[in-house]
């Protein structure tokens, strides 16, 4: 597990994600020309889940599983 301090909207907030699961929302960040912090912001205004990081997870699942790759 990986602890990162980011940047949302303004605030920070620590995020903890497995090593995979970072280099998934990073490619998913370049993949759509984002930086980082604003795919995170992204997923964290569209999220139904309670936890942030779940829902990062989830919008890694989905765009591999979408047939997106790095």
């Known amino acids: 597990m990986i ?3 980011i940047s949302i909207a303004g605030h920070r907030t620590s995020i903890a994600l ?3 699961f970072w280099a998934g ?4 960040a370049a993949a759509h020309a984002l930086p980082l912090p604003l795919m995170i912001k992204r997923i964290d205004e569209q999220r139904t889940a309670a936890n942030l990081s779940s829902a990062i997870r989830v919008a890694v699942l989905d765009w591999y599983r979408s ?4």
């Open 67 to 70: 047939g997106n790759s790095a």
């Open 3 to 5: 602890k990162r301090s």
């Open 25 to 28: 929302i990073e490619a998913v």
């Open 18 to 20: 497995e090593a995979e």
